[in-house]
Nanobody, 125 residues
């Protein structure tokens, strides 16, 4: 059974930081590309960041512009998203996602097959 559990969301003022974590209960974690997505109210889900199998490659949505950092720990089956310089428009539900094994890098969003329940991030002025 696959389980992705996000934590670390909350309320933060604009300009502040949050650190999101995803604990994965999933076979062959190190063979999967891991990603973060977000969905704001009334908007479609969008790609935030992805990290390759060993963590050596990362990819980010255009809006990130150096503010976020994704990383993974294959020994602990965890993925982390460090978010700095948060803006009001970063508000939304953040989801951890995993591909099946063997995907190419970078991988399109439709290759993510497993999803967590999400964690709310609210940025206030």
């Amino acid at each position: 059974q696959v389980q992705l559990v996000e934590s670390g969301g909350g309320l933060v003022q604009a300009g502040g930081s949050l650190r999101l974590s995803c604990a994965a209960s999933i076979r062959s974690f190190s063979s999967r590309i891991m990603g973060w997505f977000r969905q704001a109210p009334g908007k479609e889900r969008e790609f935030v960041a992805a990290v390759s199998w060993s963590g050596g490659n990362t990819d980010y949505g255009d809006f990130v512009k150096g503010r976020f950092t994704i990383s993974r720990d294959n020994a602990k089956n965890t993925v982390t998203l460090q978010m700095n310089s948060l803006k009001l428009e970063d508000t939304g539900v953040y989801y951890c996602a995993a591909t099946v094994g063997g995907r190419t890098w970078p991988t399109p969003s439709y290759e993510y097959r497993y999803w967590g329940q999400g964690t709310q991030v609210t940025v206030s002025s």
